[in-house]
DNA sequence: CCATCTTTGTCAATACTTGCACAAAAGCCT
DNA sequence: AGGCTTTTGTGCAAGTATTGACAAAGATGG
């Protein structure tokens, strides 16, 4: 397949599955894998893992299937965290805490560098070990660092003013926990994380 | 449109999207609102929204748009989340205590009624207010309330081992902050929220 | 009360995504 | 060495999802 022709998102989406379950396996012992025994992992057609991994080249071989560690840093590198991108996070509440404290980006190519709050009786302290910035100082800091990710951590009434002056410092990539719907112009990347959105998308089909 | 027929899942993983969008205009004093203005709102096509909403029914007005309370009201029913759905959740550590204290689930539908532990030096205290539970009990305590929906947060090692536990003592659904990819049965369903997948998935746009 | 404007609900066309099926490639076994 | 088995990568067909377009319905204003 042509390596240059514009890859579908929903692809991009699937390739940190893979990724976790390559992970997986590898932590397991295992060396080798197909697309087949991936596929019924994660509950898809081993036909759409080939298709999907066939976008950015061949990394498999006839008969014999996929080089776990080999595949693993073909996807790192496609997804571009071979590398480790410094993440700020706004917002120095019991989620950012969570964040810090159980570091679920360990090892997947973010690390948090800088926690900031708007809060005057917060800034100055240390949450998790981390110290709590004065929001004042957010475009500043993300400009110095070239910060190009971060993490929205604050109440709904002020994420969009926040997302504003995330995107005004440089940032390209924002992850909100805030349950609001945000606005960032196009060549920046939104993502939410609903997780009041996820039970509701399960409960219709309760009962 | 046809009320009787099989509606793609990911039309109504949007209708979350779509209540979160009312709520937010509610909020704002707005009483009417028209396909447009929410796809401006949500980056999503007019034709889109209306589509969505066709399946389940006929809830504007030609010329005028539509009610929003009545479309919350509308939309709630639909997604079963007018009622309050008692959820478990697995794992007492920093992110357990970030979802009782912040309560994101508040007035969505959902209401956090148990907290449970396997570690013993953990059970018998108390996190963010709330007794954590012996993970012995688990099942017990999932029969007799009749728990239909779990959070697992416990470490990756352990997910589907407990994820099994939920699945036998009658878990419908099942929201996992395990990094980990889980096998359930197909009658249960299951969401990840994986925020190092949300970020890496946004790095391949980067640069 | 009519003309004008707005906006819905839906059909049909387009665009996108998935899965089937198979040739080709590669290892394994006798 | 040759046949057998496995598994990839991909062309094509089938299946889904999105969008454009418009008749119909309803509001508004003179």
Same mark, same amino acid.
């Given at each position: 397949?042509?390596?240059?022709? @514009?890859?579908?998102? /929903? #692809? ?7 990724? *976790?379950?390559?992970? =997986? !396996? $590898? ?80 090892? @997947?190519?973010?690390? /948090? #560098? ?7 009786? *917060?800034?100055?302290? =240390? !949450? $998790? ?79």
């Amino acid at each position: 397949m042509a390596r240059f022709e @514009k890859v579908p998102d /929903i #692809v991009i989406g699937r390739l940190p599955v893979y990724l *976790r379950a390559l992970t =997986r !396996l $590898a932590s397991e012992g295992q060396e080798i894998t197909s697309s087949q025994q991936l596929g019924k992992m994660l509950g898809v057609s081993s036909a759409q893992i080939r298709k999907d991994l066939s976008y950015f080249g061949e990394f498999g071989k006839q008969g014999m299937g996929y080089n776990i560690a080999h595949l693993q840093e073909q996807l790192s590198a496609i997804l571009k965290v071979d590398r480790e991108w410094e993440v700020v996070v706004v917002g120095a509440g019991p989620l950012a805490e969570a964040l810090i404290r159980e570091d679920p980006f360990a090892g @997947k190519g973010f690390r /948090i #560098v800088a926690l900031f709050d708007s809060r005057p009786e *917060r800034i100055g302290q =240390r !949450l $998790a070990g981390m110290e709590i910035l004065d929001s004042a100082q957010l475009p500043e800091v993300v400009r110095q660092r070239g910060l190009k990710v971060a993490i929205l951590a604050v109440p709904a009434a002020e994420a969009q003013q926040v997302a504003d002056t995330l995107v005004a410092a440089g940032i390209k990539a924002i992850l909100s926990y805030a349950s609001t719907t945000l606005s960032v112009p196009p060549e920046v990347r939104l993502q939410y994380n609903d997780a009041a959105a996820q039970l509701q998308r399960m409960a219709y089909y309760l009962q």
